[in-house]
């Protein structure tokens, strides 16, 4: 599956429980290796010690640009002559609009420096946003919510590499205090325009700070120094937070014991506008039974959710785990395997039986298996034992996921070669060029074959993209041909109409002939989170949904971020006509660093239920060697305590 590294934000309290001696704080600089650059491994390390904002207002009139005080305290642990960045390209904040729910990425001026030992602060005075990875945010309350790579800079700017951020700027602690209100400022005031309280004695009170802006709209302030008072009792209140980690737009706190006649709440709204920062204070004045509510109505909204439930009774939602080709290298491993997934009370098992040159199958258009002298058949036995416990098996094929050991046997068998190419001529390393019909016909038959000799209950395609672009000769002849004009000159919309050609054609023929062999398998794919970048890769999951070519589709949904999660979820259920085909793929993982962590269980319990409040009917987890104990009792004892029917049954 996809595992692009992403910025991983997280839970309060979880992060350190769950990476062990592993500080989450601290980056070890090791470059990726991209665009054609050698990986960076000159050294550095850093301990991130704090991120903090200077106003909790800033001016933002819908243009590219605001100045944002941004703050990062640091403590170089081993120098190295470079500065970390966020300046350009993927290495970018990520700007989570509350209000439209969706993700922007934003670019900030703040240098990490790394040339001296000790403790230093890069402040930023300016961010903008990044129109090609989002949309822009709209007025009201956001939050920076993680980052994506950090961009190695040389001292004078140069860049050499990127590196993956540590989990540090996605804990709860540090997101909360990066959440401001966007407002054009250019005319404002700020009030405190009302309260919410039981009115008895230690009962909550809550009150909303606002700020109108330059539209006339009243937009809610939150991280605002506010105290509430009467006579010589005095409290702190603090920003509400709701199930999700989203501000709730109020600030909160408990009433003395004896309950006062009149309560004032005072507080100080740094605001950075158009001509730089202002503090600004305010005040109210509360008489008792102002806002009078019932404890019931105060509490913070918890969204429930029932699960549907068949005519018989069962529950009906799909639980599904991708499983990799080692985890079921013996019998032993699929007993496992089996029992784990049974505990859990999940109902589908899809395990990745096609990736890079080795097949986990028998089938005549492949080399058999090396396991195939000894009589073990892996998919066979799995089918077998999985059916035994009540649990259905899709296999996984990596369509387009093929290493240089494959495409030398295909094209000594077949003559014709699948390799990419990118521009300069240069042969890619994984991938296989979907522009060729004698690939298509090989893929195709290849699932299709699995489909008619084994039991499954279903095929499920991964890598179903062009994996990039090839620009062999025979790419450019058949685009030229199509389209009248020279590949190097394609726009992305063309592209993407050309990509979808090969790729449709694939799922088409596949689910023809799966349902021809087995009419009651389930054909299933797993699709990039975000619809567009898909799209240039050739995936057009609503219209394979839409054309009854696909049964279930996946978005792999691997975001730390819950909020991000419910942005892209929500997207896919605009894009499709029935939305009783969508399964959202979470992951069971999380990176820091170079390490590759098992994730926190509250977080994994925390996105199912986001899945179950969303109406979307099952989740597919990724993946199986990072199902930890801790998760596993999650499952069973919290989430899955009655078993379930998958819902597509």
């Known amino acids: ?139 009201g309350l956001v939050g920076i919510r993680g980052h994506y790579y950090f961009l190695i800079d040389k001292p004078g700017g140069d860049w050499l590499d990127v590196t993956d951020p540590p989990l540090f700027f996605d804990q709860r602690e540090v997101v909360r205090k990066l959440t401001f209100t966007l407002a054009d400022l250019s005319e404002w005031s700020l009030a405190i325009p009302e309260i919410q309280s039981t009115w008895e004695p230690g009962g909550p009170v809550r009150v909303r700070v606002t700020i109108t802006d330059a539209a006339g709209k009243r937009l809610p302030v939150v991280n605002v120094p506010v105290s509430a008072a009467a006579g010589d009792w005095r409290t702190e209140l603090s920003t509400e937070w709701g199930p999700l980690n989203q501000p709730s737009g109020w600030m909160r706190g408990e009433l003395p014991d004896e309950v006062p006649e009149k309560l004032t709440v005072e507080g100080v709204v740094t605001v950075q506008g158009p001509d730089g920062p202002q503090k600004r204070p305010l005040s109210a004045v509360f008489q008792r039974d102002d806002g009078l509510m019932s404890a019931e109505k105060l509490k913070i909204a918890q969204q429930g959710y029932e699960l549907p439930r068949s005519a018989e009774g069962a529950v009906r939602e799909t639980r599904a785990l991708w499983v990799a080709p080692d985890d079921i290298a013996t019998a032993e491993d699929i007993d496992k ?19 890079r040159n080795t097949l986990v199958a028998k089938s005549p258009l492949m080399p058999p298996p090396s396991d195939a002298e000894r009589g073990f058949d892996a998919l066979a036995t799995l089918i077998q034992k999985a059916h035994a416990a009540g649990l259905e098996v899709h296999p996984w094929f990596c369509v387009t996921y093929r290493d240089g050991h494959f495409r030398t046997w295909f ?98 023929r596949t689910a023809e002939g799966v349902r021809r062999e087995r009419p009651a398998a389930i054909m299933s794919a797993a699709v990039f989170a975000g619809l567009r970048g898909g799209a240039l890769q050739g995936q057009d999951p609503a219209g394979w949904a839409r054309r009854g070519w696909l049964d279930v589709v996946i978005p792999m949904d691997y975001r730390m971020q819950t909020l991000e999660v419910r942005a892209h979820e929500r997207e896919f259920l605009e894009a499709l006509d029935e939305d009783d085909r969508l399964v959202t793929g979470l992951s069971l993982y999380m990176r820091a660093g170079d390490d590759v962590l098992s994730r926190p269980p509250e977080l994994v ?27 596993l009792g999650m499952l069973c004892d919290a989430l899955n305590t009655e078993l379930a029917v998958p819902y597509f049954r």
């Open 411 to 508: 094209r000594e068998k077949h003559k014709a070669s699948v390799d990419m190419v990118d521009p300069q001529g240069k042969v890619i390393g994984l991938g296989a060029d979907v522009h060729r019909p004698e690939y298509r016909d090989f893929i195709v038959d290849l699932m299709v074959g699995v489909a008619r000799d084994y039991e499954v209950d279903g095929i499920h395609l991964d890598y179903i993209r062009s994996m990039g672009r090839c620009f062999c000769a025979a790419c450019r002849e058949e685009y030229a041909a199509q389209f009248g004009g020279p590949l190097d000159e394609a726009t992305d919309e063309q592209w993407i109409r050309w990509q979808r050609q090969a790729i449709g054609e694939i799922v088409r």
């Open 337 to 355: 395997l089996v029992e784990r997934c049974k505990r859990a009370r999940l109902n589908v098992i899809v395990p990745d039986v096609f990736v």
């Open 1 to 139: 599956m996809r595992t692009a590294a992403t910025a991983l934000t997280v839970v309060a309290g979880l992060l350190a429980a769950a990476a062990g001696a592993q500080d989450t704080a601290v980056l070890e600089v090791k470059g990726r290796g991209v665009e054609g650059k050698p990986p960076y491994r000159g050294g550095g390390a850093v301990r991130f010690l704090d991120a903090s904002l200077g106003a909790q207002v800033v001016h933002y009139d819908r243009g590219e640009r605001i100045r944002l005080p941004l703050a990062v305290r640091y403590e170089v642990l081993r120098p190295a002559p470079i500065v970390l960045t966020s300046r350009l390209g993927t290495e970018h904040w990520r700007l989570y609009d509350f209000g439209a729910e969706t993700i922007t990425a934003m670019y900030a001026d703040e240098k990490i420096d790394l040339a001296q030992p000790g403790v230093h602060t890069a402040e930023a005075d300016r961010a903008w946003f990044g129109a090609h990875y989002g949309p822009l945010p709209t007025a």
């Open 605 to 631: 319990r925390e996105q199912i239920d986001l899945v179950r409040r969303m109406g979307i009917h099952g989740y597919c987890l990724f993946c199986y060697r990072y199902l930890n104990d801790e998760q």
